[in-house]
């Protein structure tokens, strides 16, 4: 599995879709990539942040994105792409 691969994996993959085999592979090149395993940190707060937005969008005013967070994702994302 190369990395674009493994980023192309990744919503599926906490999704919960990935069979047994595709989620072996992709475990696999976690324990062997370290930049995939940021990546897939970062994906994840991505999403667990958009969640909450939405969540709040009716109740409260929405939490500020760190601008941090944003180009780090940004980062990674051209990095994957490359
Ligand atoms: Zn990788």
Redesign the pocket.
Known sequence: MT?RE?AEFIADYLAGELSDAQIAVFER?MAL?S??VNYLTTYRQTVEIEQQLFARAEQEVPPTIPEDLITAIIDARRRQAE
């Open positions: 990395c493994f090149h990539c930049d995939c």
